[in-house]
Nanobody, 124 residues
Framework: QLQASGGGLVQTGGSLRLSCAAS????????MGWFRQAPGKEREFVAA??????YYADSVKGRFTISRDNAKNTVYLQMSSLKPEDTAVYYC?????????????????????WGQGTQVTVSS
């Protein structure tokens, strides 16, 4: 089970940190990802972290940082310099495959476990 939290309302240029707490199993060996979905749009990849590598969508590079604390079974998404176009419901997900890489990480269909979303709203 994955539980996302940390969303909220923030002004343009502000920051938020999302957390995704895993329970029920150990996710330390899984690739963990963040996706988002804005109203009327498809779910899109934001960032992912494997055991050794991080991946980012071009739209968030340099502004968002994904990290994990395996001791706490938790993944974080630090979001800075937020823009109105970052407004969306953010979902965390876990990919149990031992295979990872730049092709696999951004594809939502590769993730086996999903948390409920947390709303992020950036006001202009």
């Amino acid at each position: 089970q994955l539980q996302a939290s940390g969303g909220g309302l923030v002004q343009t240029g502000g920051s938020l940190r999302l957390s995704c707490a895993a329970s029920g199993r150990t996710f330390s060996s899984y690739t963990m990802g963040w996706f988002r979905q804005a109203p009327g749009k498809e779910r899109e990849f934001v960032a992912a972290i494997s055991w050794t590598t991080t991946y980012y969508a071009d739209s968030v590079k340099g502004r968002f940082t994904i990290s994990r604390d395996n001791a706490k079974n938790t993944v974080y998404l630090q979001m800075s310099s937020l823009k109105p176009e970052d407004t969306a419901v953010y979902y965390c997900a876990a990919d149990s495959s031992v295979v990872t890489g730049t092709t696999r990480a951004p594809r939502a269909q590769n993730y086996d476990y999903w948390g409920q979303g947390t709303q992020v709203t950036v006001s202009s």
